[in-house]
């Protein structure tokens, strides 16, 4: 678990209800509650359906979903007050489940832009090419990756593999306070998996205050990426919360003794 000077939440999720945002849409997340606090990394774990990535997709401000209750304090700041973009400079950053191509627009003008535009809202000077340019170079030397990256548009003709690698080079380029990490296992290989979990580690291991909120359906990634925190998603609330341990459990026996125990409980 991380120094005391980190112990302090970053992230404050109370009762939250959201619902597709759609006359008559469906309620998804259902009173949920989660506390994230700086330099932790929190995993959620639970069936198809039950709310994770649209609670990565509520957080991030998708227009998609509707919040109809409750409250988000991120930093102490209330998070409904804020446009998408206001969180990204903020310091969230979202890491899609199926990252989208932009053709046309080169991964380096890509991230320039957004670099400055948080150094800008920060109150900081922007970069110039060069500083850009000795930055992005030593986080493609932390993660090993092809300097070709950055000719690239972004994620055009990018495998599954480079899209979410790309993602995780984009995250260690912007230094967010709060990474969201919808399901950056899915579709992985070993190989890929162990590489682009190993970028997630090395990025924690540069900024030791930054949180991570991974979201998966399995433990494979768990093996790699530790978890200060695991919690269990079902219809739209977290129902239980462990450790390491927890994921390995829920791997190995599913999730009907979650479901048992909440029929016990009620």
């Known amino acids: 678990m991380k120094d005391a000077e980190s112990k302090m939440a970053l992230l404050e999720v109370t009762n939250l209800h959201a619902r597709i945002a759609v006359p008559g849409g469906r309620e998804i997340l259902k009173g949920l509650n989660l506390t994230i606090n700086a330099g932790e990394v929190h995993a959620i774990m639970g069936k198809n359906g039950s709310g994770k990535s649209t609670l990565c997709g509520v957080l991030a401000g998708r227009e998609t979903f509707e ?5 988000v304090l991120f930093d102490g700041k209330d998070l409904f007050e804020m446009s998408a973009e206001e969180r990204a400079r903020e310091g969230m950053f979202l890491g899609f489940q199926y990252p989208v191509e ?13 670099v400055n535009a948080i150094r800008k809202h920060r109150g900081e000077e922007e970069l110039d090419a060069m500083a850009f340019l000795t930055l992005v170079k030593d986080k493609m030397k932390m993660l090993e990756m092809d300097p070709s990256f950055m000719n690239r548009a972004v994620n055009e003709g990018f495998s599954g593999g480079e899209k979410k690698r790309n993602e995780v080079f984009q995250m260690a380029v912007i230094n967010p306070r709060l990474g969201l990490l919808d399901e950056t296992d899915s579709g992985l290989d070993v190989d890929a998996l162990r590489t682009i979990s190993h970028g997630i580690n090395k990025l924690h291991e540069a900024d030791p205050k930054q949180a991570v909120l991974l979201v998966t359906h399995y433990q494979r990634m768990l093996d790699y990426v530790v978890p200060d925190v695991v919690h269990v998603m079902i219809d739209g609330r977290i129902v239980k919360t462990g450790d390491k341990e927890l994921a390995v459990k829920l791997d190995t026996e599913g999730y009907d003794w979650v479901e048992a125990e909440m029929q016990t409980a009620i």
């Not at 919040?67 to 409250?71: A, L, N």
């Open 67 to 71: 919040v109809t209750q409750g409250s």
């Open 102 to 114: 932009i053709p046309g627009v080169s991964t380096s003008y890509f991230l320039k832009a957004a």
